[in-house]
């Protein structure tokens, strides 16, 4: 069942459509201002767990429902950055709370199948512009947070964003261990 699921799932890979606006640096840091589209997205919330146990939750159910668990019946491939919201508190930590968006591959945008699982939601969100900065390995709540600090320190005094909501990414699926990728976004105000 899974292999199914895993073989249908990265068979096809899109890319959540943006545009690069802009490249910027400081010392280590190198990041990018994108304009990311907006469009329909599968989204799932967890509260009262730590991030990484929220995740381990979320995500399953996400690949499920773009695997097959739907009302069509039909897996609709994978589109990357999977990313997903944290609620930062004033001294940098997370708070008990995330949001995974998925954004529903192209094909599906105008009718995504109904999910089968209720605590799915398909919203509709507006474009974004966000500063992004990317990073290796297999990312925890804890490589979020300092690679999120290490990005706030790079755009002192040149950019506004949000200070009580960013966005983690990734982009490979979990049995891939060399050359991962992830991003943190911060969204510019």
């Not at 002192?156 to 950019?159: L, S």
């Not at 990414?169 to 991003?183: L, S």
């Given at each position: 069942?899974?292999?199914?699921?895993?073989n249908?799932l990265?068979?096809?890979?899109?890319?959540?459509?943006?545009q690069?606006?802009?490249k910027g640096?400081?010392?280590?840091?190198?990041?990018?201002?994108?304009?990311?589209e907006?469009?329909?997205?599968?989204?799932v919330?967890?509260?009262?767990?730590?991030?990484?146990?929220a995740?381990r939750?979320?995500m399953?159910?996400?690949?499920?429902?773009?695997?097959?668990?739907n009302?069509?019946?039909?897996?609709?491939?994978?589109?990357?950055?999977?990313?997903?919201?944290?609620?930062?508190?004033?001294?940098g930590?997370?708070?008990?709370?995330?949001?995974?968006?998925?954004?529903i591959?192209?094909?599906?945008?105008?009718?995504?199948?109904v999910p089968?699982?209720n605590?799915?939601?398909?919203?509709?969100r507006?474009?974004?512009?966000?500063?992004?900065?990317?990073?290796?390995?297999?990312?925890?709540?804890?490589?979020?947070?300092?690679?999120?600090?290490?990005?706030?320190?790079a755009l002192?005094?040149?950019?506004s964003?949000?200070?009580?909501?960013?966005?983690c990414?990734?982009?490979?699926?979990?049995?891939?261990?060399?050359?991962?990728?992830?991003?943190v976004?911060?969204?510019?105000?």
């Open positions: 069942m899974l292999g199914m699921i895993r249908s990265f068979g096809s890979v899109e890319t959540w459509p943006w690069v606006l802009s640096g400081k010392e280590d840091v190198s990041y990018e201002e994108r304009d990311c907006g469009g329909k997205f599968a989204t919330e967890v509260t009262d767990k730590p991030v990484d146990e995740l939750e979320a399953p159910k996400v690949m499920k429902y773009v695997g097959g668990t009302d069509k019946g039909i897996g609709m491939g994978m589109t990357v950055p999977i990313s997903f919201a944290v609620f930062p508190d004033k001294d930590s997370l708070q008990k709370k995330l949001k995974v968006w998925f954004r591959p192209n094909a599906f945008q105008s009718s995504p199948p089968s699982d605590s799915i939601k398909i919203e509709e507006d474009s974004i512009t966000v500063y992004s900065m990317q990073f290796g390995g297999y990312a925890k709540e804890a490589d979020y947070i300092a690679r999120a600090a290490q990005l706030r320190t002192e005094g040149t950019a964003y949000k200070s009580d909501i960013y966005f990414t990734g982009y490979d699926p979990p049995m891939k261990p060399y050359g991962r990728r992830n991003e976004w911060l969204v510019k105000t």
